[in-house]
């Protein structure tokens, strides 16, 4: 299937997101690598710009609220400097809010980079079937330190994370799905993007 089918596939609507796209996880593989530790930007501006609620239109249990800022991007071209074409967004998870496992699809990214790059549209990807050609990348970095009860899981094994810490999500393979069992409200900055 070409890039170009793929979103097709995706803008027809025809798979339930948390049901078909678990299929293609592969637990065996790691399912994040670490990155290192990064200054933030400060969290009283975290705070403010998160506060638009997110949910997929079919089920509203699973919901986050995000938040998007021009600051917010410049921050993550300084310090992301090898992706390009990024998507930077806050998510805040509150007291008993989840996500249920899933892979991520990068429906809207895609659809940006080939926008930008329409020699895309040809290459060969599917869910099944992978290029690593098309190198995305999905970082999520802890915007405070962990508390108990602040659940993410990634091919089966907990990212335990301090304020500043990144991983990259082995995003083809890496069924992940969160909880907020905690008492506080849990943010994580997500930063999308194409490897130069």
Excluded: C
């Excluded at 299937?1 to 078909?20: A, I, P, V």
């Amino acid at each position: 299937m070409k890039l170009s089918e793929y979103l097709n596939w995706l803008d027809s609507n025809q798979f339930d997101y948390y049901r078909d796209t678990v299929e293609y996880a592969d637990v065996s593989q790691e399912g994040f690598e670490h990155k290192g530790n990064v200054r933030l930007p400060s969290l009283d501006f975290i705070k403010k710009i998160t506060t638009q609620p997110r949910a997929d239109g079919k089920d509203l249990e699973n919901v986050y609220t995000y938040g998007r800022h021009p600051l917010l991007d410049t921050w993550a071209d300084k310090t992301f400097p090898e992706l390009r074409y990024k998507q930077t967004y806050v998510q805040l998870q509150k007291p008993g809010d989840k996500v249920d496992p899933h892979i991520d699809t990068l429906h809207g990214q895609i659809k940006s980079w080939v926008q930008h790059e329409p020699h895309l549209a040809d290459m060969e990807h599917s869910m099944k079937d992978p290029n690593p050609k098309l190198k995305a990348r999905r970082y999520f970095i802890g915007v405070e330190d962990q508390v108990d009860g602040q659940n993410f899981t990634i091919n089966d094994v907990q990212w335990k994370w301090k304020q500043g810490d990144v991983i990259s999500l082995n995003v083809w393979r890496g069924v992940h799905h969160t909880k907020n069992n905690s008492n506080r409200d849990r943010y994580i900055i997500k930063v999308t993007g194409l490897e130069s």
